[in-house]
């Protein structure tokens, strides 16, 4: 027996969403955990609420998205265009 589908549309109801925000948040870092371990990677989750509240940065995080970010400096031109040849 599956499980029935859950039309995506917005919560309306604060409460609920937030409640299924957190619960949605808590399964998607399980998964990034799993793939991390499984593949040996590193894997970062920015889940971000709707609220003014900084979220914590770890030196893991930080080093993860410190990563990406010189990947894009090296495969975007000064100019904004794209490096073709980095990209293959």
Do not use: W
Request: aromatic share 4%.
């Amino acid at each position: 027996m599956g499980r029935r589908k859950v039309e995506i549309k917005l919560i309306e109801n604060k409460s609920s969403r937030q409640d299924t925000f957190s619960k949605r948040r808590t399964g998607l870092i399980e998964k990034a955990r799993q793939l991390s371990v499984l593949c040996e990677s590193s894997v970062a989750v920015p889940a971000l609420e709707n609220s003014t509240t900084p979220l914590p940065v770890t030196n893991t995080v930080y080093s993860i998205v410190m990563h990406f970010r010189r990947i894009a400096e090296r495969l975007i031109g000064v100019n904004g265009d794209t490096d073709q040849e980095s990209l293959a």
